[in-house]
């Protein structure tokens, strides 16, 4: 494939996706973009760790080939102004897996959101995002070690989706009007609208993604979460179309909550994962109550955002988020905060969420063991207190290092290990 300004590295073998089940050579091509803001900083520090991880693992026998790829505010330098080059997309494709830095969008006009433009371009409908405690990292919660959940946000649809008609527009006077007239809705004069659309193709493959997920890290129980109680056709129709699922594709794997006190008294069986649901206001409570009760959730667009970044806090903040989104056909992995641009360039800031989002990525790949390493690495920096400023302000007696400090002290207990 010929591009115009992205290079593949000479050597290097691209993965190949055959139906879902990727083959992935010894020296795979995986493509990354550097982000904008602090993302030149935090992507040279975690691509330390991960080269030094792979070396570790497997003694020379496999490594990485890299191959970076434009978007946001480099690329508008590279491309004459264009933020989201239609070659980075194909490439992208063609690659199968990358891996994204923080990015910047435009201001005054473009792109809503160039992350949610390339979810919807690649239909990446599944954002993906793990959250846990490592121990020693400061948190408000009094045991967040009970804190270990998978959620599960669909990206396509949704009011997130981003189906929007202004006030005073011509298009938006023609939906109210259809609305009032032809469908008897009443709302405020000049209103604006907003569509919210929520299908069984886009609830159904959500959810199989979230059971599947289960079923392969022998996870407990897959909570479908959802506001069902008031929006019934929309959020209440995600719910039972999850349960669907459940029970029409995972009868062998699953019991729901009702028939496990119906039947069982109870107690889950034998290696079945319980498939329950809660709305999503009480969720919140119960993830700051009771959050041993969660392994997987599976939920819309808009809940998966708020819940992704609330239970984030609880173990830490946002900066050490990770996150994937994922179709059948392609993976892009991402740093889930912002591009903090007053500490760009100032290798400072704490590169866990894009380390960390690394670390997701070996897994999607079958490398294991390279994210068994840096699993088991990144607590004993922070049992150290070998911390970025982020949690040095919240330590006593911290040692706080820059960015590429804090990669180098995993790159140290890596290669010690």
């Known amino acids: ?109 473009g792109f809503r959101s160039l992350n949610v433009s390339l979810r919807q371009e690649l239909d990446l409908y599944a954002c993906v995002r793990p959250v846990k405690y490592y121990p020693g990292v400061p948190s408000p919660m009094a045991k967040p070690e009970d804190i270990d959940v998978t959620i599960f946000r669909e990206n396509t649809e949704d009011v997130y989706a981003g189906i ?16 009032r007239e032809e469908m008897g809705a009443t709302f405020f004069e000049d209103a604006g609208l907003g569509i919210k659309p929520v299908s069984a193709f886009g609830s159904k493959r959500l959810v199989r993604m979230a059971i599947q997920y289960a079923i392969d890290n022998n996870q407990k129980s897959v909570t479908l979460v959802h506001k069902g109680n008031i929006m019934k056709f929309t959020e209440g129709a995600f719910r039972n179309w999850g349960y669907e699922v459940a029970t029409e594709e995972f009868r062998d794997y699953i019991v729901t909550e009702q028939e496990l006190w119906d039947e069982h008294d109870g107690v889950a069986p034998e290696g079945k994962i319980v498939v329950k649901d809660r709305i999503a206001d009480i969720t919140f409570q119960l993830l700051q109550l009771r959050p041993a009760e969660f392994d997987v959730i599976a939920t819309m667009n808009l809940n998966g955002d708020f819940l992704s970044d609330a239970v984030a806090a609880e173990v830490g903040g946002i900066g050490i988020a990770p996150g994937a989104n994922i179709s059948k056909e392609v993976a892009v992995f991402e740093a889930t905060h912002g591009t903090a641009p007053k500490y760009a360039g100032q290798d400072k800031v704490n590169p866990s969420s894009l380390l960390l989002s690394g670390q997701m990525m070996f897994d999607h790949i079958g490398w294991k063991e390279v994210s068994q390493l840096i699993d088991k690495v990144y607590p004993q920096v922070i049992a150290d207190k070998t911390v970025t ?17 804090f990669a180098d002290a995993l790159v140290k207990k890596i290669q010690a290990s």
């Open 1 to 109: 494939m010929t591009f115009k300004h992205i290079t593949y590295p000479d050597s290097g073998e691209k993965i190949k996706n055959n139906n879902g089940v990727l083959e992935v050579p010894n020296n795979p091509i995986l493509g990354f973009v550097e982000g904008d803001g602090i993302g030149p900083d935090i992507t040279a520090a975690s691509m330390k760790v991960w080269d030094a991880a792979v070396e570790k693992a497997y003694g020379g026998q496999r490594k990485v080939h890299w191959a970076e790829l434009y978007m946001g505010e480099k690329a508008a330098g590279i491309y004459d102004g264009d933020y989201f080059p239609a070659e980075t997309l194909e490439a992208i494709k063609d690659l199968t897996v990358a891996i994204k830095g923080p990015l910047t969008t435009p201001i005054g006009g």
């Open 389 to 405: 400023y982020d949690f040095a302000r919240l330590m006593d007696g911290a040692n706080e290092v820059s960015c590429s400090g």
């Open 164 to 179: 929007e008609y202004k006030s005073g527009t011509e298009e938006n006077k023609k939906l109210a009007k259809f609305l």
